[in-house]
């Protein structure tokens, strides 16, 4: 229930997915894009983005790796459409302050995926004009997203599955936010260490009370990394 308006807050079921060394970083020191195993591929993630109606990244995932975050192949669009989908996933993107967020790059321009930008009063009201070109901007907050009210939107925009592929900092927002159903992790055989290197989740951090607990549904071994399949236990 939302304290303000007295409505019922629904949501999407909520699945991060992402790759993580097997220390528990999601990039390397240089906050690179990069392997997480030895032999890496990234056909797991494909396989989520092919059935979530929206994908969801924090604006530093934006900045550094700027992906268009589009379904690989013709098959798997195939698969998209089977399932009365538009054709590629929604783009979602939650931001405090957008001002320098580039429109020309891969997320902004390429594939066909709508794109939802959710933002804070400090974002520039000349750039949430910009923004508005390629993008439905939502400004939730003052300094930090409502990332409650963001999902609430996405839901009555029809989104039921959201797919969040990072980074570690939003990935923090939404279990403080019990905003997160399931964790699909492909843990890499590589160690990337790095006190300041991105970790599967940032944020503050939670103490002993507020932990939040898992329940593991899958693991699966492959020879460079692993499959770990969890449900966030409510
Ligand atoms: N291995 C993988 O599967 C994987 C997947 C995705 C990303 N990555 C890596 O993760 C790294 C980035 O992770 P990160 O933790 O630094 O950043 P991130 O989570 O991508 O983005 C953090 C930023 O998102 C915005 N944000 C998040 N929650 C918010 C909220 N509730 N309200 C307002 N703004 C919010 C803030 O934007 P402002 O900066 O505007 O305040 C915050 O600084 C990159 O190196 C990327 O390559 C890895």
Known sequence: ??????????????CVCAGMSVDGKISNFKRECSAISSCDDREMLYDHRV????????ANTLRLDDSSLTVKTDER??????????????????VSDADNLRID????????GRKIIFTTAKTSPEKIKELEKKATVHILGETRVDIGKALDILYTDGIKSLLVEGGGELIASLLEND??????????NLILGGRNTATLVDGDGFDALSAKKVEFVKVEQHP???????????
């Open 51 to 58: 059935v979530a109606d929206a994908v969801m990244i924090g």
């Open 77 to 94: 669009r195939q698969k998209r459409i089977a399932l009365c989908r538009s054709a590629e996933p929604i783009k979602v993107v939650v």
């Open 179 to 188: 905003c997160v159903d399931e964790i699909d992790l492909k843990i890499g």
């Open 1 to 14: 229930m939302d304290n303000n308006t007295g409505k019922k807050i629904q949501r999407p079921f909520v």
């Open 105 to 112: 790059g891969d997320f902004f321009n390429k594939g066909e």
């Open 224 to 234: 460079n990394f692993l499959i770990l399949k969890m449900r966030i236990v409510k």
